[in-house]
């Protein structure tokens, strides 16, 4: 199990797979939408975060999904297990706890952003 | 085809275990990236991305094998240990058999764990020669203290015998594992 907090990268790979199982590229490409383009991952990073979670268990492989969606070609699957669920919210929890708290320690700050 | 095939050379740069599990996801991605985007940005965000994670993954997987061999060979050193404890002071075999049969176990587990379950598969199969000189080892120890050791007319024989199989039993799976790995490097051909 990962412990602290996780890096950005693997943050945003399992907060990619919330919405179930994807490939490596629709992972990509989700974590660059949901980062606006902030978080921009090549082939050698994502198998590498992807490495990270699937040794940490918070990712798992999914098998036997050869074809779908019209896919012409091998594809391994990957999907959050239970403790990459719990991870993930626990990190988005406390990344807002964390806006909270300098919002009201420090409220002239970030003014002008959106 | 050109850009793919110039993909699949720069990704033998990254490690070779690494490459062997992920290179053909990570030419598949590679192509869906230069689909949908071209080959400007489908190459610079490949090449940005090289640049950075191929010392990455260089650093984890020495790293990894760092600390797989020192688990692996601490256990090993440990267990050895505790056999020559039992060979030595045989009056406390009954605590010291559990206690070597537990740090072995334990050595194993942590060994296994500190690696995804493909890893730790093939890791296994690549100490074949550890566990072979394991057997040898404790063969060899048996003997060492059956011919120079002190006179035991109270060792039990049955754990003389057991630790004697054990030692053949190592060097077997290690010649089958050895074997094992020989074939299926000649059988099979990873695109990496």
Redesign the interface.
């Known amino acids: 199990m990962a412990r602290g907090q996780l890096p950005v990268a693997s943050l945003h790979v399992l907060l990619a797979l919330l919405d179930g199982e994807k490939h490596?590229?629709a992972v990509?490409?989700d974590v660059e939408e949901l980062s606006e383009g902030a978080v921009?991952?090549?082939?050698?990073?994502?198998?590498?975060t992807?490495?990270r979670l699937?040794?940490d268990g918070l990712i798992e492989e999914v098998t036997e999904t050869t074809r779908r969606d019209g896919d012409d070609?091998r594809?391994?699957y990957y999907r959050l297990t239970a403790g990459g669920e719990r991870v993930a919210a626990t990190e988005v929890a406390r990344l807002r706890a964390l806006v909270t708290r300098v919002r009201r320690l420090r409220p002239d700050f970030g003014h002008g952003l959106a | 085809m050109v850009h793919e095939c110039c993909y699949r050379g720069l990704v033998l740069l990254y490690p070779r275990r690494f490459r062997r599990v992920y290179g053909s996801d990570m030419v598949q991605v590679f192509r869906d990236d230069l689909h949908e985007r071209g080959p400007v940005r489908g190459w610079s965000r490949a090449l940005s991305d090289l640049v950075l994670s191929v010392p990455v993954q260089h650093v984890e997987a020495a790293m990894s094998q760092r600390s797989t061999s020192r688990a692996a060979q601490g256990g090993l050193a440990a267990s050895g240990l505790a056999v020559l404890a039992v060979l030595a002071m045989g009056r406390y075999v009954v605590i010291a058999v559990p206690i070597t049969a537990i740090i072995a176990v334990t050595s194993l587990l942590y060994w296994r764990s500190r690696l995804p379950y493909r890893e730790a598969v093939s890791g296994a199969s690549a100490s074949w020669w550890a566990i072979l000189c394991a057997g040898a080892a404790l063969l060899a120890g048996i003997g060492l203290t059956a011919a120079f050791g002190p006179e035991m007319d109270w060792f039990p024989w049955n754990l003389a015998v057991f630790l004697y199989l054990s030692g053949w039993a190592l060097i077997i799976t290690g010649v089958v594992l050895g074997l094992w790995r020989l074939l299926r490097r000649f059988r099979h051909q990873p695109a990496f």
Request: charged share 30%; aromatic share 10%.
């Open positions: 490596g590229y990509m490409r921009r991952m090549g082939p050698g990073t994502l198998y590498g992807i490495k699937l040794a070609e594809r391994r």
